[in-house]
Nanobody, 119 residues
């Protein structure tokens, strides 16, 4: 069974930085596109950024230039470096991965990590 474990959330002041990490378990699985979504209170979950296995990257417009996604294929890990954080970035951040094994594929999600931007 695949598990995605996130870490790195917390409380930060406006203008500050945080780095989120997500590690996927499962040696027999292929982790294809990985990414981050977020859900703010009272809002729907929204895409933040995705990265393909060969490094193709997509960002939502509101985070371009401030957030950087990267991954380590050997560790089935994805990271989100967040700079110049603003109160609007406050949300629960979820790691996600499209995983393949044998003839199967499935979209897995982490449990979420809280990011709060406040003075």
């Amino acid at each position: 069974q695949v598990q995605l474990v996130e870490s790195g959330g917390g409380l930060v002041q406006p203008g500050g930085s945080l780095t989120l990490s997500c590690a996927g378990s499962g040696e027999t699985y292929t982790f294809a596109t990985m990414g981050w979504y977020r859900q703010a209170p009272g809002k729907e979950r929204e895409l933040v950024a995705t990265i393909t296995r060969d490094g193709g990257i997509n960002y939502t417009d509101s985070v371009k230039g401030r957030l950087t996604i990267s991954r380590n294929n050997a560790r089935n890990a994805v990271y989100l470096q967040m700079n110049s954080l603003q109160p609007d970035d406050t949300a629960v951040y979820y790691c996600t991965a499209r995983v393949y094994w044998a003839i199967y594929e499935h979209q897995f999600w982490g449990q979420g990590t809280q990011v709060t931007v406040s003075s």
